[in-house]
Nanobody
Framework: QVRLVESGGGLVQPGGSLKLSCATSGFIFVLEKMAWYRQAPGKARELVASITGRLATTYSDSVKGRFTISRDNARETVYLQMNDLNVEDTAVYYC????????WGQGTQVTVSS
């Protein structure tokens, strides 16, 4: 059974930083392409960043240069370091194992506000 547990969200001021974590189980993590998505109120879920088992990364244009995705294969955990946050980054953030299309965690809320 695929399990994805996100943590690390919270309230932060514009310009601040947060690091999200996603603990996983139920699949062969080291082989899996992992991704972070986000969904803001009233908007569709969007891809933020992804990382393959060989550590190739991609980023959406809106976060490029500010966010960094990484993974720890020994801990079966994927991370999202978010710097220079702005109000447009406010959303629920979800991690995703790309092979398991229908499996999602509960997400973690990130709110950027002064």
């Amino acid at each position: 059974q695929v399990r994805l547990v996100e943590s690390g969200g919270g309230l932060v001021q514009p310009g601040g930083s947060l690091k999200l974590s996603c603990a996983t189980s139920g699949f062969i993590f080291v082989l899996e392409k992992m991704a972070w998505y986000r969904q803001a109120p009233g908007k569709a879920r969007e891809l933020v960043a992804s990382i393959t088992g060989r550590l190739a990364t991609t980023y959406s244009d809106s976060v490029k240069g500010r966010f960094t995705i990484s993974r720890d294969n020994a801990r079966e955990t994927v991370y999202l370091q978010m710097n220079d946050l702005n109000v447009e980054d406010t959303a629920v953030y979800y991690c995703h194992a790309e092979s398991y299309v229908l499996e999602w965690g509960q997400g973690t809320q990130v709110t950027v506000s002064s």
